[in-house]
C-alpha cells in the first residue's frame, strides 16, 4: 500500500486547512488509516484514526478535539483530515499512515505515507 498525502500549506491562525491521503496499491476500505503530526523538536503525535467503516469509529486526540474531523470516502481511497480553528502550536509535518487492523490505538500501523508541512502563523 502507498500513501500520498497533501494538502498542507502555510495558513494563519484560526485558518483552516484540509489535508487529503489516498491510498494505492490495497483493499483500501478494509484498512483503519490514520494521522500522526510531528513538530522540529518534538516527537511524533497521533492525531485523528479512522477505522474502515468510518462513522463513529473515529479516534481524535483532545489537544485537537472540536477543531480537526477525520473522515473518509472509500471510492475514491482518500482519508481526509479538516482541521479548522488552527493554532500556531498545531504547526508540525503531517503523515498518514494505514494498517490492516481495525484498531484505533496508535501502535501496529503497517504502511506510512510521506508527509505535507502545515504551518500556522500567528
Known amino acids: 500500500v502507498q500513501l500520498q498525502a497533501s494538502g498542507g500549506g502555510l495558513v494563519q491562525a484560526g485558518g483552516s486547512l484540509r489535508l487529503s491521503c489516498t491510498a494505492s496499491?490495497?483493499?483500501?476500505?478494509?484498512?483503519?488509516l490514520g494521522w500522526f503530526r510531528q513538530a522540529p523538536g518534538k516527537e511524533r503525535e497521533f492525531v485523528a484514526a479512522?477505522?474502515?467503516?468510518?462513522?463513529?469509529?473515529?479516534y481524535v486526540a483532545d489537544s485537537v478535539k472540536g477543531r480537526f474531523t477525520v473522515s473518509r470516502e472509500n471510492a475514491k481511497n482518500t482519508v481526509y483530515l479538516q482541521m479548522n480553528g488552527l493554532k500556531p502550536e498545531d504547526t508540525a509535518v503531517y503523515s498518514c499512515?494505514?494498517?490492516?487492523?481495525?484498531?484505533?490505538?496508535?501502535?501496529?500501523?503497517?504502511?506510512w505515507g510521506q508527509g505535507t508541512q502545515v504551518t500556522v502563523s500567528s
Open positions: 496499491g490495497g483493499t483500501f476500505s478494509r484498512l483503519t
Open positions: 479512522i477505522k474502515w467503516s468510518g462513522g463513529r469509529n473515529t
Open positions: 499512515a494505514a494498517r490492516r487492523e481495525s484498531s484505533l490505538s496508535p501502535l501496529g500501523y503497517d504502511y
